[in-house]
């Protein structure tokens, strides 16, 4: 196995988690470690294993040693890191959204796809082993004939008045909790069911105009959403609905999709990641424990641990870098045969949030 070099721009919360995951990647080399500070290079070399830890994100995607870029950057940096990386022909696994507009997601998508680079968005819920096999058995027709999507993705770490910080409630974002959490929804749920969301009908809601800024006792206007609604429809017909908010005390990740069939449903829920909840009529419900006895064969890379171990949060990232890596050795990202969400999926999310935004914002249905 020859040994891939990768970047990691970035080491804030996400930035170390994609360092943790990749250390449980095989034949993965983390050469070269960006921060954003130049005070902050000394912890991050004495803490983490890489070759080279640096301020300067340009210098990672102009070193020929690197393949790979992971673009774990603040938002607005998104576009100059993919755009440069794509330039050097590096091969990329970024962080959500693709862009602060549809329309630099889309051109991002085309330069990667003109590259021929290989091209991943974190949208890593999808490669949960057990979501992955709910969409298999969906696909295999075992829910019957789908019926209704539902869910949500509910949080509680802004429910009160100063649960402020800027990069928690950031002042020029139009979408907070659309953007933040929902997209993760509708991209699993379009995966599960294996038809992209085609329509959205959304209603917003700020539930603190005005913030307080614990440290400082200043108020900030707030324009964004803590809690958005929407009903959604599939490019198959099926309907559906999901409610996402971080005002929900008691809900820490609670990430959940519901795929209700005429024959059975089928329910994911990320807090308890590692089972299927199965509904059936005239018989009890189950709770499948989702491992290598109880999936489909050709999903044992994604279910390392027997039931019971229950795998958490980043395994599921993990399974998305395996996945990725792994299509990087085949060559099975030219053919776009891979399970993990590519740019096109990123493409998809911002389209997504624009929907959302226009139908609150025009009280009607938006197309994607």
Known sequence: MYQIN???????????????????VPGVRIRTLVVHRPEEIPAIREYYDADIV??????????????????CTPNALHD????????AGKHIYGEKPMSLTTAGAAEILQKAQAAGIAHAINYQYRMNGAVLEMRGRIAR????????????????????????????????????????????????????????????????????????????????????????????EFADGTPGSALFSKCMLGHKNDLFVTVSGDVREYGWYQERCDWLQIGNRGLGNERVY???????????????????????????????????????????????????????????????????????????????
């Open 6 to 24: 990768a970047a990691i721009i970035g080491m804030g919360f996400i930035g170390k988690l994609h360092y943790d995951a990749l250390r449980r």
């Open 54 to 71: 640096t301020d300067s994100w340009q210098e990672a995607v102009a070193d020929p040693a690197v393949q790979v870029i992971h673009n």
């Open 80 to 87: 100059a890191v993919n755009a440069a990386a794509i330039a």
């Open 141 to 232: 027709g075992d829910a019957g004939r789908p019926l209704y999507v539902s869910g949500g993705y509910l949080q509680e770490s802004v429910a009160r008045k100063t649960d402020y910080t800027p990069r928690r409630i950031p002042e020029t974002s139009p979408a907070r909790a659309l953007l933040d959490i929902g997209v993760h929804w509708a991209d699993t749920a379009a995966f599960v069911l294996g038809a992209p969301i085609t329509r959205v009908y959304a209603r917003m809601y700020t539930h603190h105009p005005v913030r307080v800024d614990p440290a400082t006792g200043r108020e900030i206007a707030v324009h964004s959403d803590d809690t958005t609604a929407v009903m959604v």
């Open 290 to 368: 989702v491992d290598k006895a109880a999936a489909a064969p050709e999903l044992a890379p994604y279910l390392p641990l027997p039931a019971g171990h229950a795998p958490g949060w980043p395994d599921a990232l993990k399974n998305a870098l395996t996945a990725f890596y792994a299509s990087l050795r085949t060559e099975s990202y030219r053919k776009g045969d891979v399970p993990y969400a590519t740019f096109a999926d990123g493409v998809q999310g911002n389209r997504f949030v624009d929907a959302c935004l226009t139908s609150a914002r025009e009280n009607r249905w938006a197309e994607l």
